[in-house]
């Protein structure tokens, strides 16, 4: 009887463990990657907690838009590199980097938070272990030989090498499955290769791909292979512990410093969001005034092409369209005075009096010129980024603000898009397709590459795009002036010459 209640009493109740109260222990990162077994416990700042997340949101969406658009491994690894090099850096071991534990720890940490901010419903999960896997892969086959080894080593994974007298029994089955996937140049003799052996279920992409040996269930997997076991497995304890912190998630609630941040973080995973500050997107040299907007929207995004359009049909433009269209304007550094006489001249068919009674003040309200004082101490309202115009205030009947490419039926897209110049059927192919999977900033980097492909590829080949240019679009003013910068790269301007630099 005693032996049973001590057996009882050395029982784990896992229920009970996900709430335990964690011990503090300060983490040890003797390695590059990390599996993220273990979750944090030392204290940071709650500016760090959001900030640290929102640099490693930037690197996610990055690696999924190279996805969606089908980049090849070695592109998504070239395209990533000054972005990670910007937010996420990781140095290796053998580097000299005096920066290893505090690089470190900002991986770990903001691992850890978007774990809790996108462990809510499944969608996000399934997003959020795809990405990730995405990530750590890409890290994976980056990574110095040595230290992926000790890496890999220290999973204690329950991989059995296959021994050597049964590597000779099935020596040609082995043989043609390493030929058929690397050639006979790759292959050794069979003592020289090894071979590992678990269930097929663990390495079902290279199952598919034909490049393992099957026999009684068990997959034999070259050590060549070596990534996709250590892939799979990340995979799959990840996808475990999103199951375990949703259920730890109600817990969350009773702390309202991190609840509004997750929500924050979860909802810009529709878009990254974009900081911005009113001069970021000011251009030197470039003529801003309102006689010369009609020139500059050859430069705007479909969201404020479309709302051009319809000021210079209707002469008029509903609230939240006047407000959207007034916020950019001022964004790529239209001056207070210059907005009033645009808007002016735009509402040709009233009366100086009515544009003064009914109008003028909420744009100067806009710009900070008017109103309480924190309004004016702020310089007004900041442009709206791409996250905000897709999920606030969307357009009802009669109006025009939002995003064309989430708010607009394809049918009525592809007729603005193509008065804009998209006419190839590839392009507007790709365009409904990303719309379907809603993918809508996305569709706006296929149009913005396909209307600059020839200024692209010349600012590549000359050397002058930096990681801010390589990164997706996702706030409107950014499409305005790499447009601007592209369109105009070398072109002599009354400030000097136009070059390509970061925001």
Same mark, same amino acid.
Request: charged share 30%; net charge neutral; with cysteine.
């Given at each position: 009887?005693?032996?049973?209640d001590?057996?009882?009493?050395?029982?784990?109740?896992?229920? *009970?463990?996900q709430y335990?109260?964690p011990?503090?222990?300060?983490?040890?990162?003797?390695?590059?990657?990390?599996?993220?077994?273990?979750p944090?416990?030392?204290?940071?700042?709650?500016?760090?907690?959001?900030q640290?997340?929102?640099?490693?949101?930037?690197?996610?969406?990055?690696?999924?838009?190279?996805?969606f658009?089908?980049?090849a491994?070695?592109?998504t690894?070239?395209?990533?590199?000054?972005?990670?090099?910007?937010y996420?850096?990781?140095?290796?071991?053998?580097?000299?980097?005096?920066?290893?534990?505090?690089?470190?720890?900002k991986?770990?940490?903001?691992?850890?938070?978007?774990?809790?901010a996108?462990?809510s419903?499944?969608?996000?999960?399934?997003?959020?272990?795809?990405?990730?896997t995405?990530?750590?892969?890409?890290?994976?086959?980056?990574?110095?030989a040595?230290?992926?080894?000790?890496?890999v080593?220290?999973?204690n994974?329950?991989?059995? @090498?296959?021994?050597?007298?049964?590597k000779?029994?099935?020596?040609?089955?082995?043989?043609?499955?390493?030929?058929?996937s690397?050639?006979?140049?790759?292959?050794?003799?069979?003592?020289?290769?090894?071979?590992?052996r678990?269930?097929?279920?663990?390495v079902?992409?290279?199952?598919?791909?034909?490049?393992?040996?099957?026999?009684?269930?068990?997959a034999?997997?070259?050590? *060549?292979?070596?990534?996709?076991?250590?892939?799979?497995?990340?995979?799959a +304890?990840?996808?475990?512990?999103?199951?375990?912190?949703?259920?730890?998630?109600? +817990?969350?609630d009773?702390?309202?410093?991190?609840?509004?941040?997750?929500d924050?973080?979860?909802?810009?995973?529709?878009?990254?969001?974009?900081?911005?500050?009113?001069?970021?997107?000011?251009?030197?040299?470039?003529?801003?005034?309102? +006689?010369?907007?009609?020139?500059?929207?050859?430069?705007?995004?479909?969201?404020?092409?479309?709302?051009?359009?319809t000021?210079? +049909?209707?002469?008029?433009l509903k609230?939240?369209g006047r407000?959207?269209?007034?916020?950019?304007?001022?964004?790529?550094?239209?001056s207070?005075?210059?907005?009033?006489?645009?808007w002016?001249?735009?509402?040709?068919?009233?009366?100086?009096?009515?544009f003064?009674k009914?109008?003028?003040?909420?744009?100067?309200?806009?710009?900070?010129?008017?109103?309480?004082?924190?309004?004016?101490?702020?310089g007004?309202?900041? @442009?709206?980024?791409?996250?905000?115009i897709?999920?606030?205030?969307?357009?009802?009947?009669?109006?025009?603000?939002?995003?064309?490419?989430?708010h607009?039926n394809?049918?009525?897209?592809?007729?603005?898009?193509q008065?804009?110049?998209?006419?190839?059927?590839?392009?507007?192919?790709?365009?409904?397709?990303?719309?379907?999977?809603?993918?809508?900033?996305?569709?706006?980097?296929?149009?913005?590459?396909h209307l600059?492909a020839k200024?692209?590829? *010349?600012a590549?080949?000359d050397?002058?795009?930096?990681?801010?240019?390589?990164?997706?679009?996702?706030?409107?003013?950014e499409?305005?002036?790499?447009?601007?910068?592209?369109?105009?790269?070398?072109?002599?301007?009354?400030g000097?010459?136009? *070059?390509?630099?970061? @925001?």
């Open positions: 009887m005693n032996r049973i001590n057996k009882r009493r050395n029982v784990v109740d896992h229920r *009970k463990k335990a109260d011990a503090y222990k300060e983490t040890q990162y003797p390695h590059r990657l990390n599996f993220y077994a273990t944090p416990t030392a204290d940071i700042t709650l500016e760090q907690f959001e640290w997340a929102i640099d490693r949101l930037r690197v996610l969406a990055e690696i999924e838009a190279c996805s658009r089908n980049k491994p070695a592109e690894a070239l395209h990533m590199k000054p972005i990670l090099e910007k996420l850096p990781l140095d290796s071991n053998s580097s000299s980097s005096t920066q290893l534990s505090v690089q470190r720890q991986d770990h940490y903001s691992h850890f938070i978007l774990r809790l996108f462990s419903t499944k969608e996000l999960r399934q997003r959020f272990a795809r990405v990730e995405m990530l750590f892969r890409l890290r994976f086959n980056a990574d110095d040595r230290e992926r080894q000790a890496f080593e220290s999973l994974l329950d991989w059995e @090498p296959v021994p050597d007298e049964e000779r029994e099935i020596a040609s089955e082995l043989m043609a499955t390493v030929i058929s690397y050639g006979k140049k790759a292959y050794q003799s069979i003592d020289e290769e090894t071979f590992y678990v269930d097929w279920t663990r079902p992409d290279l199952v598919e791909q034909r490049r393992v040996f099957l026999r009684a269930g068990k034999y997997v070259p050590a *060549k292979e070596l990534q996709s076991l250590v892939v799979t497995e990340f995979t +304890r990840l996808e475990k512990s999103l199951e375990l912190t949703a259920r730890a998630l109600p +817990r969350l009773e702390d309202d410093r991190l609840t509004p941040i997750l924050h973080l979860s909802k810009n995973f529709v878009a990254p969001d974009a900081g911005y500050s009113g001069g970021a997107s000011a251009i030197e040299g470039a003529e801003i005034t309102a +006689r010369n907007i009609d020139n500059l929207s050859q430069h705007f995004p479909m969201c404020m092409t479309v709302l051009h359009r000021l210079r +049909r209707d002469s008029k609230h939240f407000l959207q269209y007034t916020l950019f304007l001022k964004g790529i550094g239209l207070l005075d210059e907005c009033l006489t645009f002016r001249t735009s509402f040709n068919k009233m009366t100086e009096d009515v003064n009914e109008y003028r003040y909420n744009f100067r309200h806009a710009y900070g010129d008017v109103g309480g004082d924190s309004n004016r101490r702020g007004g309202y900041s @442009p709206y980024s791409c996250q905000k897709l999920t606030e205030h969307a357009p009802g009947p009669g109006e025009t603000h939002g995003c064309p490419y989430r607009m394809m049918d009525n897209l592809a007729v603005q898009l008065a804009s110049g998209v006419t190839d059927p590839a392009v507007l192919r790709g365009v409904k397709e990303d719309k379907e999977k809603q993918k809508f900033h996305l569709a706006c980097n296929r149009v913005f590459e600059h200024e692209l590829k *010349k590549k080949d050397g002058v795009m930096t990681a801010s240019q390589l990164e997706t679009i996702v706030h409107p003013n499409y305005f002036k790499r447009s601007y910068l592209l369109k105009n790269m070398g072109k002599a301007q009354p000097g010459d136009v *070059k390509m630099e970061g @925001p």
